[in-house]
T-cell receptor, first 112, second 116 residues
Framework: SQQGEEDPQALSIQEGENATMNCSYK?????LQWYRQNSGRGLVHLIL?????REKHSGRLRVTLDTSKKSSSLLITASRAADTASYFC????????????FGKGITLSVRP | KAGVTQTPRYLIKTRGQQVTLSCSPI?????VSWYQQTPGQGLQFLFE???????NKGNFPGRFSGRQFSNSRSEMNVSTLELGDSALYLC???????????????FGPGTRLTVL
């Protein structure tokens, strides 16, 4: 079963705009990771945020985590056509359990 | 550091056959996890190996099995293939830290399996 649910399912924006994607989950987590996937290829790790963190930045990416609302958001600033991809959030329970539970993903299209 | 490698990249098999997929993790990583990705079910966890032992297992039938070698390389095997096994199989490498915090999992390019 899917733990994370991303919202929206699809997003189309103009190059240079910001893209915000949301993820909600159901059970307690140790961490949440965001991934990008291009055209059915492997997953590229974007960022990991731990349950005791509220915000992290990496280049043009900003991730927030609200454990009280069981939700996370991924913001991509100044988007580029190369950001066109599917984005997934994945939750981890921690400890010796390394299993990640993925959402269904968000399809982002950035128009040149 | 070299990334996660998976071989082969593409496979075509027929129903009833078996298949073995291989994954080489990032150097120094001791944990390898396997995931199946299909359009209908999305990304689903198959199992994880750490130090040659299966540490976690998902909800897949016994036809799906795996192993890990002393150099951390891992193989997964699917026996008696069914049409529904057609999928992208991804392996992920991580340090496997047991202290309580998950570490990043880095994925390979995947093996695209088609069952005819």
């Amino acid at each position: 079963s899917q733990q994370g649910e991303e919202d929206p399912q699809a997003l189309s924006i103009q190059e240079g705009e910001n893209a915000t994607m949301n993820c909600s989950y159901k059970t307690s987590i140790n961490n949440l990771q965001w991934y990008r996937q291009n055209s059915g290829r492997g997953l590229v790790h974007l960022i990991l945020i731990r349950s005791n963190e509220r915000e992290k930045h990496s280049g043009r990416l900003r991730v927030t985590l609200d454990t009280s609302k069981k939700s996370s958001s991924l913001l991509i600033t100044a988007s580029r056509a190369a950001d066109t991809a599917s984005y997934f959030c994945a939750t981890g329970r921690g400890g010796a359990n390394s299993k990640l539970t993925f959402g269904k993903g968000i399809t982002l299209s950035v128009r040149p | 550091k070299a990334g996660v490698t998976q071989t082969p990249r593409y496979l075509i098999k027929t129903r009833g056959q078996q298949v073995t997929l291989s994954c080489s993790p990032i150097s120094g990583h001791r944990s390898v996890s396997w995931y199946q990705q299909t359009p209908g079910q999305g990304l689903q966890f198959l199992f994880e190996y750490f130090s040659e032992t299966q540490r976690n297992k998902g909800n897949f039938p016994g036809r799906f099995s795996g192993r890990q070698f002393s150099n951390s390389r891992s193989e997964m095997n699917v026996s008696t293939l069914e049409l529904g096994d057609s999928a992208l199989y991804l392996c992920a490498s991580s340090s496997g830290d047991r202290t309580g915090w998950n570490n990043e999992q880095f994925f390979g390019p995947g093996t695209r399996l088609t069952v005819l």
